[in-house]
């Protein structure tokens, strides 16, 4: 196709596009993530490209992309923008100009010049993570002064069973086995009624949890759970007013109860709840201590694996591989690797 051929397309409008093309092939959080990279490209199209339509889009136009967000372009209040926020950022760009391509909008090969950066291995992995000695007087607060409520149970299928947020969201009523001796939670992937899992079909598994876990979950069930279908007909497990809870509900669970002042301990940061932002609802994600779904799941691998948990059992209640694991999950600083390792050996 020459570029004679190609449709004029505002790049709003082909993002926007791109996203809906997610609706049934991604996760939620994966259209999240392209939704918020790519309000930077159209940002940048409008305010320093010039850019009015997608089929004006040259490599010269993707590399003074990739310098402007690489300086900080779009981060308010930053400089130059870690490496891999930027190998995110470009990556989701590829994929948004070979959608565009699909609808001829652009040249079929214009993603390939989109130079992704070389990260090392450290940059591939985040530093954030929850240590998991902060945990315990978190649920001890929630078990005393918000006991069974709908924040206490999303601490507790996530620390106690290492679920990913999708996970979590995915559980119905039916999914729960909470009677006998033996109480444990059904994950199947369901994408055509809103609720995919991470690994798709491969991600399927049945985890059991402890009789107290399961006390907590019923107690849940019986009280504060409202009695709700979603939008496909499911009857949820963890639901709102509304239905199935949304990712940001479950999000704000960890953001909101990972700061200090929350559960009565003093700030570390020499701020006043009274007036501190972070204290606010609007603020919270932003408090230096406030920690994601994810970070949580990292202390959670870390406490398994400094507890002599193996590394294959592990990945498999946590559904993934031991190589990810190592590599983004499990937290442990040398000495700590090198105690486990000293159980095996420890010679005389």
């Known amino acids: 196709?020459?570029?004679?051929?190609?449709?004029?397309?505002?790049?709003?409008?082909?993002?926007?596009?791109?996203?809906?093309?997610?609706?049934?092939?991604?996760?939620?959080?994966?259209?999240?993530?392209?939704?918020?990279?790519?309000?930077?490209?159209?940002?940048?199209?409008?305010?320093?490209?010039?850019?009015?339509?997608?089929?004006?889009?040259?490599?010269?136009?993707?590399?003074?992309?990739?310098?402007?967000?690489?300086?900080?372009?779009?981060?308010?209040?930053?400089?130059?923008?870690?490496a891999r926020t930027l190998h995110t950022a470009l990556s989701t760009l590829r994929s948004?100009?070979?959608?565009?391509?699909?609808?001829?909008?652009?040249?079929?090969?214009?993603?390939?010049?989109?130079?992704?950066?070389?990260?090392?291995?450290?940059e591939q992995v985040s530093d954030s993570w929850l240590p998991p000695e902060r945990v315990p007087p978190i649920l001890d607060y929630l078990s005393s002064y918000e006991y069974a409520s709908r924040d206490h149970v999303i601490w507790v299928l996530v620390w106690h069973t290492g679920a990913r947020l999708g996970a979590v969201r995915a559980l119905d009523l039916g999914d729960v086995d909470l009677d006998g001796d033996e109480p444990g939670l059904r994950y199947r992937h369901r994408p055509d009624t809103g609720t995919p899992l991470k690994n798709n079909e491969m991600?399927?598994?049945?985890?059991?949890?402890?009789?107290?876990?399961?006390?907590?979950?019923?107690?849940?069930i019986d009280g504060p759970r409202k009695e709700v279908t979603?939008?496909?007909?499911?009857?949820?497990?963890?639901?709102?007013?509304?239905?199935?809870?949304?990712?940001?509900?479950?999000?704000?669970?960890?953001?909101?109860?990972?700061?200090?002042?929350?559960?009565?301990?003093?700030?570390?940061?020499?701020?006043?709840?009274?007036?501190?932002?972070?204290?606010?609802?609007?603020?919270?994600?932003?408090?230096?201590?406030?920690?994601?779904?994810?970070?949580?799941?990292?202390?959670?691998v870390t406490k398994y694996r400094n507890d002599g948990v193996p590394r294959g059992v592990v990945a498999d209640r946590l559904d993934c591989s031991e190589e990810i694991l190592d590599k983004h999950y499990d937290r442990a600083n040398e000495r700590e690797k090198a105690d486990r390792r000293w159980e095996f050996i420890d010679e005389d």
């Open 203 to 220: 991600g399927e598994r049945y985890n059991r949890v402890s009789r107290r876990v399961a006390r907590v979950l019923q107690d849940y």
């Open 96 to 122: 948004f100009l070979r959608t565009c391509a699909s609808i001829e909008a652009v040249p079929e090969d214009l993603f390939e010049k989109v130079q992704l950066p070389t990260l090392s291995r450290n």
């Open 230 to 300: 979603d939008g496909h007909g499911r009857t949820p497990l963890v639901t709102t007013k509304q239905g199935r809870l949304s990712p940001t509900c479950i999000r704000n669970a960890f953001y909101r109860w990972t700061r200090p002042c929350k559960i009565g301990e003093e700030c570390p940061h020499d701020e006043d709840p009274d007036t501190c932002e972070y204290a606010r609802h609007t603020g919270m994600s932003s408090c230096p201590s406030a920690r994601s779904t994810h970070d949580v799941r990292k202390g959670r």
């Open 1 to 82: 196709m020459s570029d004679d051929d190609l449709v004029a397309i505002p790049p709003k409008e082909a993002v926007d596009l791109h996203l809906d093309s997610l609706e049934d092939t991604a996760a939620d959080w994966t259209a999240t993530g392209h939704r918020s990279h790519l309000r930077a490209w159209v940002e940048w199209c409008r305010e320093e490209g010039g850019i009015d339509s997608m089929d004006e889009v040259t490599g010269r136009d993707i590399y003074e992309f990739r310098r402007w967000r690489r300086n900080g372009g779009y981060s308010r209040g930053k400089d130059e923008i870690a």
